[in-house]
C-alpha cells in the first residue's frame, strides 16, 4: 500500500485510464494471416506511454515488459482495443497494465487476446530518471491486488538482474 509519509499529490488511478482502437489492416499481419505480435507489441508500448505520461505529466520511457502473454490472435478486419492502467507508483518508475481485446463486430462482446506489465520511467529531456510528483492509492480489492502484484514482480525482475538475466 502506499506509505503514509508519502508527501505526494494522489491521482486516482481512473485519471489516467488510456483506451486506445485499432482495426488490423494488411500491413499488421504476419506470414500466419494473424496480427503480427511485433505490432501489437508496438501498440501496446503506446497505449502504456500514453498512460504513463497522463499520470507523470513528463516524458517517460519503457523500461522492462512483464507477462506479455499471447492468448489468442486477430484477423485482418478485427477489432482491437487496448486498456491501459496505472497499477503501481514508484519514485521515477509506474507499472501500467495493458489489456488487449478484440471486439466482435456484430456482438460488441470483447475477448482477451493478449495483456501485459509495462514499467515507464519519467525522465527529464536528456532521458535521465526524474522523481514522479504523483502516486496512486489503490481504492478496491482489485487496484490493491495488482499493487502487492506488481511488488512481486519488481522482486522478480531485481532476482533475475541478480543472476544476470
Same mark, same amino acid.
Given at each position: 500500500?502506499?506509505?503514509?509519509?508519502?508527501?505526494?499529490?494522489?491521482?486516482?488511478?481512473?485519471?489516467?485510464?488510456? #483506451?486506445?482502437?485499432?482495426? +488490423?489492416?494488411? @500491413?499488421?499481419?504476419?506470414? *500466419?494471416? &494473424?496480427?503480427?505480435?511485433? %505490432?501489437?507489441?508496438?501498440?501496446?508500448?503506446?497505449?502504456?506511454?500514453?498512460?504513463?505520461?497522463?499520470?507523470?505529466?513528463?516524458?517517460?520511457?519503457?523500461?522492462?515488459?512483464?507477462?506479455?502473454?499471447?492468448?489468442?490472435?486477430?484477423?485482418?478486419?478485427?477489432?482491437?482495443?487496448?486498456?491501459?492502467?496505472?497499477?503501481?507508483?514508484?519514485?521515477?518508475?509506474? #507499472?501500467?497494465?495493458?489489456? +488487449?481485446?478484440? @471486439?466482435?463486430?456484430?456482438? *460488441?462482446? &470483447?475477448?482477451?487476446?493478449? %495483456?501485459?506489465?509495462?514499467?515507464?520511467?519519467?525522465?527529464?529531456?536528456?532521458?535521465?530518471?526524474?522523481?514522479?510528483?504523483?502516486?496512486?492509492?489503490?481504492?478496491?480489492?482489485?487496484?490493491?491486488?495488482?499493487?502487492?502484484?506488481?511488488?512481486?514482480?519488481?522482486?522478480?525482475?531485481?532476482?533475475?538482474?541478480?543472476?544476470?538475466?
Amino acid at each position: 500500500m502506499v506509505s503514509d509519509t508519502d508527501n505526494r499529490n494522489i491521482k486516482s488511478i481512473k485519471d489516467s485510464l488510456t #483506451e486506445c482502437m485499432r482495426i +488490423v489492416k494488411y @500491413e499488421d499481419i504476419n506470414g *500466419g494471416s &494473424r496480427l503480427f505480435g511485433g %505490432r501489437l507489441m508496438q501498440w501496446m508500448d503506446e497505449a502504456a506511454g500514453i498512460c504513463a505520461m497522463r499520470h507523470s505529466g513528463s516524458l517517460i520511457t519503457t523500461a522492462a515488459v512483464d507477462n506479455l502473454q499471447f492468448k489468442k490472435g486477430a484477423y485482418i478486419g478485427d477489432i482491437i482495443l487496448l486498456s491501459a492502467k496505472i497499477t503501481y507508483v514508484g519514485n521515477t518508475s509506474m #507499472e501500467v497494465r495493458v489489456d +488487449v481485446y478484440m @471486439e466482435e463486430r456484430k456482438t *460488441g462482446l &470483447r475477448h482477451v487476446i493478449n %495483456r501485459a506489465y509495462f514499467t515507464e520511467v519519467s525522465v527529464d529531456e536528456e532521458g535521465k530518471p526524474i522523481p514522479l510528483q504523483y502516486t496512486i492509492k489503490p481504492e478496491t480489492p482489485l487496484e490493491q491486488a495488482e499493487w502487492e502484484g506488481a511488488l512481486k514482480r519488481i522482486e522478480m525482475r531485481r532476482a533475475r538482474r541478480s543472476e544476470g538475466y
